[in-house]
């Protein structure tokens, strides 16, 4: 869990400085009201209760919302896996193999067929 | 007795549920029209649209926007692969780098790329690759698209040619990346860069566009300067830009070498849940057609004339012309195409209907663009979920 707070962290301070990189100015311009920001709204997911709903929330949230998962086709365990791992392999999601079968355990339970 | 609130969703999947097992005949036609219940959400800048994923967000147009020849800025759908996507930005500090293999580094701001360079415009569609992919058969993961991953846009902003000709394209240059602010949350998480060949970039109509409708950029469509590939899928119109590399020899990347491929293949397609032996980069979009009035399941009257109206669009080849059937593509007639725009724009289409009979009508459109490229009547599969353009059957009722 520790491993995990750490790494939300990093996401928030991350996403702050996104946009900070513009680069040194060549010749500085003053624009009156240049900053231009938006604020994302909080929407809100529920994923379905069932073993293994934390993990799955905690460890997908990192780099996603959860309902990159609500609104997927429901896919037979083959399909998750393959995500799952996916999400480890292709994109460095820090989930051990353990809580990878947890984590692929409850999306095919909750979001998934041809069990 | 215990009365539980009826809510919205209740009264949706009821209406689903009636549907479903009702004779079509005999509903009521405000329970008809209910044919999409997903939920609405409001962005900063954006209309309500469809919510498919919140953070990255991607936020689908609601069909009844595409009864306008031009997308309104507020309602153009929202796409973004990595979730750290800007939401603060100082005009005065960002900068669009331009180098790699040229003879200077350019470091051109916003007033630079209006100032310095002609401002072209034009209309284009901007079309997500996955735009329809919740149709694909068997079910494919990743953004379930209906159909309002796309929307038709005029552009400005300065030519790709022009900036990259002015920083001086050095000899043995092979393809041009491109990088904007958006970044992963983990460090492993690949960055979105995507490449075009050189000789593409090059093209007269590549722009790095500052203006949408005439207005800035959304920021959540890339503000404040965009790449536009007219006639491609938009995964390579890469938003809020700031790095434009020239390179010496192919880009390798994730989002160029594993993600956005289709088959190798003529169609782009393969059986359904086949898998491909080879496959290569997406990019020109393919020919397709929609039917946007009458709406689905809605409820029409014998002898009463109603226009089927729709749009049409290619990869940058422009829309010869338009058949329509309203007999579940029996009989096709030809449809009136609306005013032109140019080839990369979408074209309106109508044909006036009179229905003599009541009874349940299959109607089809199908367009064809100026080399001959069509629309296939069965939907062409490829494991991703790109270059859907099926001729979709449209059921409405006519009593």
Same mark, same amino acid.
């Given at each position: 869990?520790?491993?995990?707070?750490? &790494?939300?962290?990093?996401?928030?301070?991350?996403? %702050?400085?996104?946009?900070?990189?513009?680069?040194?100015?060549?010749?500085?311009?003053?624009?009156? %009201?240049?900053?231009?920001?938006?604020?994302?709204?909080?929407?809100?997911?529920? &994923?379905?209760?069932?073993?293994?709903?934390?993990?799955?929330?905690?460890?997908?949230?990192?780099?996603?919302?959860?309902?990159?998962?609500?609104?997927?086709?429901?896919?037979? &365990?083959?399909?998750?896996?393959?995500?799952?791992?996916?999400?480890?392999?292709?994109?460095?999601?820090?989930?051990?193999?353990?809580?990878?079968?947890?984590?692929?355990?409850? &999306?095919?339970?909750?979001? %998934?067929?041809?069990? | 007795?215990?009365?539980?609130?009826?809510?919205?969703?209740?009264?949706?999947?009821?209406?689903?549920?009636?549907?479903?097992?009702?004779?079509?005949?005999?509903?009521?036609?405000?329970?008809?029209?209910?044919?999409?219940?997903?939920?609405?959400?409001?962005?900063?800048?954006?209309?309500?649209?469809?919510?498919?994923?919140?953070?990255?967000?991607?936020?689908?147009?609601?069909?009844?926007?595409?009864?306008?020849?031009?997308?309104?800025?507020?309602?153009?759908?929202?796409?973004?692969?990595?979730?750290?996507?800007?939401?603060?930005?100082?005009?005065?500090?960002?900068?669009?780098?331009?180098?790699?293999?040229?003879?200077?580094?350019?470091?051109?701001?916003?007033?630079?790329?209006?100032?310095?360079?002609?401002?072209?415009?034009?209309?284009?569609?901007?079309?997500?690759?996955?735009?329809?992919?919740?149709?694909?058969?068997?079910?494919?993961?990743?953004?379930?698209?209906?159909?309002?991953?796309?929307?038709?846009?005029?552009w400005s902003g300065a030519r790709l040619k022009d900036i990259l000709n002015q920083a001086g394209i050095k000899a043995g240059s092979v393809d041009v990346s491109f990088n904007g602010l958006d970044t992963g949350t983990l460090p492993t998480v690949p960055d979105f860069i995507k490449s075009l060949p050189v000789d593409k970039a090059l093209e007269d109509d590549m722009l790095i566009a500052y203006e949408m409708n005439g207005q800035p950029l959304t920021m959540l469509n890339g503000f404040p300067a965009?790449?536009?590939?007219?006639?491609?899928?938009?995964?390579?119109?890469?938003?809020?830009?700031?790095?434009?590399?020239?390179?010496?020899?192919?880009?390798?990347?994730?989002?160029?070498?594993?993600?956005?491929?289709?088959?190798?293949?003529?169609?782009?397609?393969?059986?359904?849940?086949?898998?491909?032996?080879?496959?290569?980069?997406?990019?020109?979009?393919?020919?397709?057609?929609?039917?946007?009035?009458?709406?689905?399941?809605?409820?029409?009257?014998?002898?009463?004339?109603?226009?089927?109206?729709?749009?049409?669009?290619?990869?940058?080849?422009?829309?010869?012309?338009?058949?329509?059937?309203?007999?579940?593509?029996?009989?096709?007639?030809?449809?009136?195409?609306?005013?032109?725009?140019?080839?990369?724009?979408?074209?309106?289409?109508?044909?006036?209907?009179?229905?003599?009979?009541?009874?349940?009508?299959?109607?089809?459109?199908?367009?064809?663009?100026?080399?001959?490229?069509?629309?296939?009547?069965?939907?062409?599969?490829?494991?991703?979920?790109?270059?859907?353009?099926?001729?979709?059957?449209?059921?409405?009722?006519?009593?």
């Amino acid at each position: 869990m520790k491993k995990i707070t750490m &790494l939300m962290t990093t996401v928030v301070l991350s996403t %702050g400085i996104a946009y900070a990189q513009g680069g040194p100015s060549q010749k500085p311009e003053t624009q009156p %009201g240049a900053v231009r920001s938006i604020t994302l709204p909080a929407v809100r997911i529920e &994923l379905k209760e069932g073993e293994g709903r934390v993990k799955a929330e905690t460890f997908c949230n990192i780099c996603h919302s959860t309902d990159y998962i609500t609104t997927q086709p429901k896919f037979p &365990l083959a399909q998750w896996t393959a995500t799952v791992n996916k999400m480890i392999k292709v994109y460095g999601a820090p989930i051990s193999e353990e809580d990878a079968k947890i984590i692929t355990n409850y &999306l095919v339970t909750n979001y %998934g067929a041809g069990n | 007795m215990e009365h539980k609130r009826f809510t919205r969703r209740d009264f949706l999947k009821t209406a689903g549920a009636l549907t479903a097992m009702t004779v079509l005949g005999e509903m009521p036609l405000d329970l008809l029209a209910a044919t999409d219940e997903r939920r609405l959400v409001r962005y900063p800048e954006k209309t309500d649209l469809i919510l498919l994923t919140s953070r990255p967000p991607q936020l689908e147009t609601p069909l009844k926007y595409f009864k306008e020849l031009i997308t309104p800025n507020d309602a153009l759908f929202v796409r973004w692969h990595i979730a750290n996507i800007p939401t603060s930005i100082d005009v005065n500090q960002w900068r669009l780098k331009v180098g790699g293999n040229t003879e200077q580094e350019l470091q051109l701001s916003l007033s630079d790329l209006r100032v310095r360079f002609e401002k072209v415009t034009f209309t284009a569609v901007i079309q997500c690759a996955g735009n329809g992919r919740s149709f694909f058969e068997p079910r494919v993961a990743g953004g379930q698209w209906k159909n309002g991953a796309m929307g038709n846009v005029t552009w400005s902003g300065a030519r790709l040619k022009d900036i990259l000709n002015q920083a001086g394209i050095k000899a043995g240059s092979v393809d041009v990346s491109f990088n904007g602010l958006d970044t992963g949350t983990l460090p492993t998480v690949p960055d979105f860069i995507k490449s075009l060949p050189v000789d593409k970039a090059l093209e007269d109509d590549m722009l790095i566009a500052y203006e949408m409708n005439g207005q800035p950029l959304t920021m959540l469509n890339g503000f404040p300067a965009r790449l536009i590939v007219p006639g491609w899928y938009a995964t390579y119109w890469v938003k809020s830009l700031t790095d434009i590399t020239v390179l010496n020899k192919s880009f390798e990347e994730f989002w160029m070498k594993s993600a956005y491929r289709i088959p190798d293949t003529a169609c782009g397609c393969v059986p359904p849940g086949a898998k491909p032996q080879k496959t290569i980069p997406i990019h020109r979009m393919t020919t397709r057609s929609l039917i946007i009035t009458p709406e689905e399941r809605s409820g029409l009257k014998a002898n009463k004339p109603v226009d089927i109206m729709g749009i049409a669009f290619s990869g940058g080849y422009g829309i010869k012309d338009v058949v329509v059937s309203t007999d579940g593509g029996r009989n096709w007639v030809q449809a009136r195409l609306g005013k032109d725009l140019g080839k990369y724009s979408w074209t309106q289409w109508s044909y006036p209907w009179r229905p003599k009979k009541p009874g349940t009508y299959t109607l089809m459109a199908k367009a064809t663009d100026s080399i001959g490229g069509s629309q296939p009547f069965e939907g062409l599969w490829n494991p991703s979920g790109y270059l859907w353009n099926k001729v979709e059957p449209l059921t409405v009722v006519v009593r």
